[in-house]
């Protein structure tokens, strides 16, 4: 709370708790995150009363835990996949695999210069050494972490020939997004995908395996060009996670 200068711990909202609590389950496993959720709930059930007795704060899965078990795709791969998608869901597996997305912060890209990024530290060389142009986005991350991420511009085309003329509200798992893209995303573009890496090469790595497939793509990139601690960090930055050590799991 006085990191982000938000009050005292007094001052804690279940709203703020849960940002909190995506954060830690984006670096900590799922016993830690509950642990910290109980500690919360408890704290605000029966000292500050921001919660009812029998209220509870909603549970955090942890990305951890998803990331290692998932695993990256080939190029070859993920067109094989695409074959078994609607142009809706293909071009969603697309963007996951060439900006590195989670499936929900599908719902809120934005292009450039709608949403300003939150202030976090920028290595120099983040996005560097790209292999193909790119136009520049923002996704809303964990914790409520707003990122630029960069996609093709030949998808990024493909992108905006689907954008609504008005932004729509969407509900996924109890969280309310407003997205200006007719295209999937979330918990029902997870399991669609899914499916299809089972119809097409008789498994599935889950989509979280697409940002391991862009997170190895870009340490490829980069490592001829920047010392390894510097990679690390660029492509940690271009994931959202802003911790080295995290984009290990990603690598392995």
Request: glycine share 6%; aromatic share 6%.
């Amino acid at each position: 709370m006085k990191e982000n200068r938000m009050g005292g711990l007094r001052d804690l909202t279940p709203e703020d708790a849960k940002s909190y609590l995506e954060l830690r389950a984006s670096e900590n496993s799922q016993s830690t995150v509950d642990m910290d959720r109980q500690a919360l709930q408890c704290m605000m059930q029966h000292v500050t009363h921001k919660l009812g007795v029998k209220e509870n704060l909603d549970v955090v899965k942890s990305e951890l835990e998803t990331i290692e078990k998932s695993r990256s795709y080939t190029p070859e791969q993920v067109h094989r996949i695409t074959e078994h998608q609607t142009d809706r869901h293909a071009i969603s597996t697309e963007i996951c695999h060439k900006a590195g997305l989670r499936a929900h912060e599908l719902y809120t890209l934005r292009p450039s210069g709608e949403v300003q990024p939150s202030p976090r530290e920028v290595h120099p060389d983040k996005f560097s050494n790209m292999t193909e142009k790119t136009k520049c986005y923002t996704v809303i991350g964990k914790g409520g972490l707003i990122r630029e991420v960069r996609i093709p511009s030949q998808l990024a085309a493909r992108l905006e020939l689907r954008k609504l003329d008005v932004p729509k509200n969407v509900s996924d798992r109890g969280i309310n997004y407003k997205s200006s893209y007719d295209i999937a995303a979330g918990h029902r573009f997870s399991d669609a995908f899914s499916k299809a890496s089972d119809r097409a090469l008789g498994y599935s790595n889950g989509a979280h395996g697409l940002r391991h497939s862009y997170a190895q793509n870009r340490y490829e990139q980069l490592a001829n060009n920047l010392p390894r601690l510097d990679v690390m960090k660029c492509v940690s930055q271009e994931l959202g996670h802003f911790r080295p050590e995290i984009t290990e799991v990603y690598l392995r």
